[in-house]
C-alpha cells in the first residue's frame, strides 16, 4: 500500500502484466458505474467480428444517431449516410471517445444495439469478469451498467494483447481521411492528457504512459484506464470514481494526478528480479532403495521471476514443497520430477513451480529385493491367501470331524445289531 500519499479514488487498481500481479488495490472488486471505459469493450467486439478493418465500411444512420439526442454526449458529428472504415470509427471511438461511433459500430455489427450489447456481456464471461454487465456500447450511465477496477484490468490486458487495439490505445493524434459526406481530413485529440506531450495541464504529462481511455459521466466521476512501460516493464493502472471537484468546489482531475503517482510509486519501490534459480537447493525428498543415501535434493525446474520491492531481503521469501511420494524409491533421475514448490513473498503466493532431484540415486537390488518380500507378505493379496488358507483348513477340520463322527455313530450301530 502507498505509505507517501492518499487516493481520492473510490476504486482503483494497479498490476504487472507480466506476472498478472495486482501490486496493490483499493476496493478493487467494487461495482462501479466505468462512463466511457465501455468503449474498450466496445473495440474488443469490433476486434473479435472484423477481419478486415480498412475494407470494412461502416454507414452511418440517422435513426441510430437520433439515439443520443438529449443525452449530453461526447460525439464526432457523424451524419446520416456517411460511411468510414471501421478502423477509422475505432480511432474515432477510443481517441475521441465519441458515443456516434460507439452506436454505430455497435449497430453494424450486431445487428441491433442489443445485440451488439449481448456479445459484450458475452465477451465479458468468457474473460471472467465476474462482476461487470452492459447495458449500451457506449457508457452512458445505467444502474445495471457497471464493472470493477479488477475486470477493467483483465479486459485491457486482454485487449492490449491485440496489435491494432493497442495503436490506437497509444494514438495521441490522428486525421480521420475525408468521407462521401466530409470532404476534408479531421483531426483527432487524445483524451488521455497524462500520455500526451503537448498537454496544457501541468504537470499531468508522464512519459512512461503509452495508451490509456478516460470516462466521465456525473454518477461515474472521472475514471481512467492506462498502461505504461518502463524498462521492459509494463504496468495496468486503474482508477475510478475520482472526484470532479476538490473541496472547494474547484473542477480537479485527480484521474491524472493519482495515475501519475501510483505508477511513480510502482517504479520506484518495485523491482522485477529472479527470486529463486534453478541451481540451488530448496529442499530435499526422502529416499528408500538406495545403499548410497536416504535423501535427494531439491531445485525448482524453472526459475521464479516475480515482482517484489526493491528492499525485499532474501530471508521473506520461503518455499513450501509437496511432495507426490513421501518417500520416493530409488532409481531417481536427475532432473526428476518429485513435487511443486510454492514460493511465497510477506505471505503472498508469487510463483508455483516443480521441484526436481539435483542428482541421480541409483536402486540397490538387495533393498529392492527385501522391500518386494517384505510388501508381499505386508500386502492385501497376501494376508487374503492366508485367509483363505485358514478357511480351507479349517472346512477341512470340520469336515474331518464330522466324517470322524459319523464313523462313530457306525460302529455303535453294527455293535448293537450283533448283540
Known amino acids: 500500500k502507498p505509505s507517501t500519499f492518499t487516493l481520492t479514488a473510490e476504486g482503483c487498481l494497479i ?3 507480466d506476472t498478472d500481479t495486482i501490486i496493490y488495490g483499493k476496493n478493487a472488486d467494487q461495482k462501479l458505474y466505468p462512463a466511457s471505459l465501455t468503449k474498450i469493450m ?3 467486439v469490433v476486434l473479435d467480428e472484423c477481419d478486415d478493418l480498412k475494407n470494412t465500411i461502416v454507414t452511418c444512420h440517422k435513426d441510430t444517431l437520433d439515439l443520443l439526442l438529449g443525452t449530453d454526449s461526447s460525439v464526432f458529428n457523424l451524419v446520416d449516410g456517411e460511411e468510414l472504415p471501421a478502423l477509422e470509427l475505432l480511432y474515432i471511438l477510443l481517441v475521441h471517445s465519441a458515443d456516434d461511433a460507439a452506436i454505430t459500430l455497435a449497430q453494424h455489427f450486431g445487428g441491433t444495439i442489443s445485440g451488439f450489447v449481448d456479445k459484450m456481456n458475452a465477451k465479458a464471461k468468457e474473460l471472467g469478469m465476474t462482476n461487470t454487465h452492459y447495458m449500451n456500447p457506449h457508457g452512458l450511465h445505467d444502474e445495471q451498467h457497471y464493472t470493477t477496477p479488477k475486470d477493467m484490468y483483465i479486459l485491457t490486458k486482454y485487449a492490449l494483447q491485440n496489435p491494432t487495439f493497442k495503436e490506437i490505445f497509444g494514438t495521441v493524434r490522428h486525421y480521420v481521411p475525408e468521407t462521401n459526406k466530409t470532404p ?3 483531426i483527432l485529440a487524445t483524451t488521455v492528457f497524462i500520455q500526451d506531450p503537448n498537454t496544457t495541464l501541468p504537470d499531468t504529462y508522464y512519459r512512461p504512459v503509452d495508451g490509456g481511455k ?4 456525473d454518477p461515474a466521476g472521472r475514471c481512467l484506464v492506462t498502461y505504461a512501460e518502463e524498462d521492459d516493464i509494463t504496468y495496468i493502472c486503474v482508477v475510478m470514481k475520482c472526484p470532479v471537484t476538490n473541496e472547494a468546489g474547484v473542477k480537479v482531475r485527480y484521474e491524472f494526478s493519482e495515475t501519475k503517482k501510483l505508477y511513480e510509486w510502482v517504479f520506484n519501490e518495485f523491482e522485477y528480479r529472479e527470486v529463486y534459480d534453478t541451481a540451488t537447493p530448496v529442499g530435499e525428498c526422502p529416499v528408500e532403495l ?10 525448482l525446474k524453472n526459475p521464479v521471476n516475480a515482482v517484489v520491492p526493491k528492499e525485499a531481503d532474501p530471508s521473506s521469501f520461503k518455499v513450501d514443497i509437496e511432495l507426490f511420494e513421501n518417500p520416493a524409491y530409488a532409481p531417481i533421475a536427475l532432473g526428476q520430477e518429485l513435487g511443486t514448490a510454492t514460493v511465497k513473498y510477506a505471505g503472498e503466493t508469487i510463483g508455483v ?3 526436481v532431484a539435483i542428482n541421480n540415486v541409483e536402486k540397490s537390488g538387495m533393498l529392492a529385493f527385501v522391500k518386494a518380500v517384505t510388501d508381499f507378505f505386508s500386502s492385501s493379496f497376501f494376508a487374503t491367501l492366508i485367509l483363505i488358507i485358514v478357511i480351507i483348513i479349517l472346512l477341512m477340520i470340520l469336515y474331518l470331524v464330522i466324517k470322524n463322527r459319523r464313523s462313530k455313530r457306525r460302529r455303535r450301530h453294527r455293535k448293537v445289531k450283533i448283540r
Open 214 to 217: 478516460t470516462g466521465y459521466t
Open 353 to 355: 513451480v516443480p521441484v
Open 15 to 17: 498490476a504487472n502484466v
Open 42 to 44: 466496445t473495440a474488443v
Open 290 to 299: 538406495s545403499s548410497d543415501t536416504d535423501s535427494v535434493a531439491l531445485a
Open 184 to 186: 476534408h481530413k479531421r
